[in-house]
T-cell receptor
Framework: RKEVEQDPGPFNVPEGATVAFNCTYSNSASQSFFWYRQDCRKEPKLLMSVYSSGNEDGRFTAQLNRASQYISLLIRDSKLSDSATYLCVVSEIGTISNFGNEKLTFGTGTRLTIIP | DAGVIQSPRHEVTEMGQEVTLRCKPISGHDYLFWYRQTMMRGLELLIYFNNNVPIDDSGMPEDRFSAKMPNASFSTLKIQPSEPRDSAVYFC?????????????????FGAGSRLTVL
């Protein structure tokens, strides 16, 4: 089983619709969670961190379910500019006792295309 | 802040040639990471450094790959000899360490990547 699993898509969604992605992780000791966005032929960029209580940033809502070991990303009122690949990222604390020594594991990404 | 700077942006080479990729992290960032991205395998961590010291190189595919960080502002990833299966986009990323273990404290900033094609 992969450490971080995502549905690769593609998701083709009409403009204005709501779309949701899930991501599952295998290590129950995982500490931090993020969603990164990657545009075609560009580098990944942080979209938002995912907090235990869930968090919202404009049209984007991220949620964490530790019991089921998944995180989700919800995009409301989708825009053409939301078309990208969304990468789920999970952080595990390394075995060395070092507050900076964390391993980030990336999912392979979910590709989203917003259709006019 | 110029961000993480990588060079070259694109490289096309023939099998057997040596390839050197370069990275300048963000000033003040003490962690530097090298990732490789392919369609099939996604983003894979190759190696990372803390304060110029390699911490984990378990992701380096084989002895043909080597990475160095001679100082806080420069790192190289070298492939010698290169093979067609090394074709990928290689990303360098950096971040700073923090005592704050909250989710927002360990954000990676990526460079634009080096797209390598080995013929």
């Amino acid at each position: 089983r992969k450490e971080v699993e995502q549905d690769p898509g593609p998701f083709n969604v009409p403009e204005g619709a709501t779309v949701a992605f899930n991501c599952t992780y295998s290590n129950s000791a995982s500490q931090s969670f993020f969603w990164y966005r990657q545009d075609c032929r560009k580098e990944p960029k942080l979209l938002m961190s995912v907090y235990s209580s869930g968090n919202e940033d404009g049209r984007f809502t991220a949620q964490l379910n530790r019991a089921s070991q998944y995180i989700s990303l919800l995009i409301r009122d989708s825009k053409l500019s939301d078309s990208a690949t969304y990468l789920c990222v999970v952080s595990e604390i390394g075995t060395i006792s070092n507050f900076g020594n964390e391993k980030l594991t990336f999912g392979t990404g979910t590709r989203l295309t917003i259709i006019p | 802040d110029a961000g993480v700077i990588q060079s070259p942006r694109h490289e096309v080479t023939e099998m057997g040639q040596e390839v050197t990729l370069r990275c300048k992290p963000i000033s003040g960032h003490d962690y530097l990471f090298w990732y490789r991205q392919t369609m099939m395998r996604g983003l894979e961590l190759l190696i990372y450094f803390n304060n110029n010291v390699p911490i984990d190189d378990s992701g380096m595919p084989e002895d043909r790959f080597s990475a160095k960080m001679p100082n806080a502002s420069f790192s190289t990833l070298k492939i010698q000899p290169s093979e067609p299966r090394d074709s990928a986009v290689y990303f360098c990323a950096s971040r700073r360490s923090s005592r704050d273990k909250s989710s927002g404290a360990n954000v990676l900033t990526f460079g634009a990547g080096s797209r390598l094609t080995v013929l």
